[in-house]
């Protein structure tokens, strides 16, 4: 690309003729805290299944959260958002590699 500037650890910005890209990386260091607790869910649900126990209920919730938890862990640690801005084809968002809902935002 072009020429290229530097703002901060999270936000990349880019510039090629008239075409801005920016790119805002999503990781920041408290996503790390929140791995032990999807990762604790995820194995106390995964063991109360395997251990079919009476409580079947709250561990398929516990399993659930986990990995719910999990997925967007991963996706703090790794997704990132690019935005192209250019005068001919207007503002392109993409968000990835991991797909996101629509009402989600980057930290």
Known sequence: ????????E????DR???VLYLRL????HATWRFLPFALGFLVSGVWGLLARNDALVGFLLSAAFG????YVTTAGLINH????????????VEHGP???SSSARPP
């Open 81 to 92: 958002t690019r935005i192209k801005a250019s005068p001919r084809e207007g503002i392109a």
């Open 10 to 13: 999270r936000l990349h910005v």
């Open 67 to 70: 990995l719910l938890l999990s």
């Open 98 to 100: 991991f797909p996101r």
């Open 16 to 18: 090629e003729g008239e």
């Open 25 to 28: 990386e999503w990781y920041t």
């Open 1 to 8: 690309m072009g020429s290229r500037a530097e703002q901060g």
